[in-house]
């Protein structure tokens, strides 16, 4: 569920910046709520790292969205802590090592 509502946010926000896609694809919360991470797949992945620092810059404001979106289904909104997932980046890694 915050998976899913988290996605539905980036889609929005970055609808605005041309040439970027954020997905979400992974999401482990802690067992008692409090606290959440977030690997996100970000492309061009060159931007990365400067679209992961704005993003937990304002990951206040962005547990403040998922809060109005999940309020009657959670209890707690998790503090939202959010890394690059690099999987992509080493699975092309690997083949491009398998090919030669």
Do not use: C
Request: overall charge neutral; proline content about 3%.
């Amino acid at each position: 569920m915050i998976q899913k509502d988290l996605s539905n946010i980036f889609q929005a926000e970055t609808r605005q910046m041309r040439g970027v896609l954020v997905s979400v694809s992974i999401v482990r919360v802690s067992p008692d709520l409090s606290s959440a991470k977030v690997y996100l797949s970000i492309f061009p992945s060159a931007r990365a790292e400067e679209l992961i620092t704005n993003i937990n810059n304002n990951a206040a404001q962005i547990r403040y969205q998922l809060g109005t979106l999940e309020r009657h289904q959670l209890r707690i909104i998790p503090e939202l802590k959010f890394f690059i997932d690099d999987s992509l980046d080493y699975i092309e890694n690997i083949d491009n090592l398998l090919k030669k």
